[in-house]
């Protein structure tokens, strides 16, 4: 499974950005998917998971009430919905998926490369 990212980009402080995420190569299975971001200087850590059905969402705190994951199975892409958006939510944000468990649970087995994301103060 191949993932591409995209949707990354400048946007001040308040603002809002909508990431995609689409599926490509050996996509019959049924894959949990979500989102991990890394900011300068640290950890990569969760930001939000959605299960196959969509019907099981999952969110980091720090991003609760201002983040929403949702996906389309049609055309395999996972989306994040970014508003109010912070400064320290400035990272690289990562798409990933795999088909045993949701992906906040495991080290999944399939990654995107990555998107940035700055918001400026």
């Known amino acids: 499974v191949q993932l591409q990212a995209s949707g990354g980009g400048l946007v001040q402080a308040g603002g809002s950005l909508r990431l995609s995420c689409a599926a490509s190569?050996?996509?019959?299975?049924?894959?949990?998917m979500g989102w991990f971001r890394q900011a300068p200087g640290k950890e990569r850590e969760f930001v939000a998971a959605?299960?196959?059905?969509?019907?099981?969402?999952y969110y980091a705190d720090s991003v609760k009430g201002r983040f929403t994951i949702s996906r389309d199975n049609a055309k395999i892409t996972v989306y994040l919905q970014m508003n109010s958006l912070k400064p320290e939510d400035t990272a690289v944000y990562y798409c990933a998926a795999d088909s045993r468990r949701m992906v906040q649970l495991i080290e999944p087995d399939y990654w995107g490369q990555g998107t940035l994301v700055t918001v400026s103060s």
């Open positions: 190569g050996r996509t019959s299975g049924r894959y949990a």
């Open positions: 959605i299960s196959w059905s969509g019907g099981s969402t």
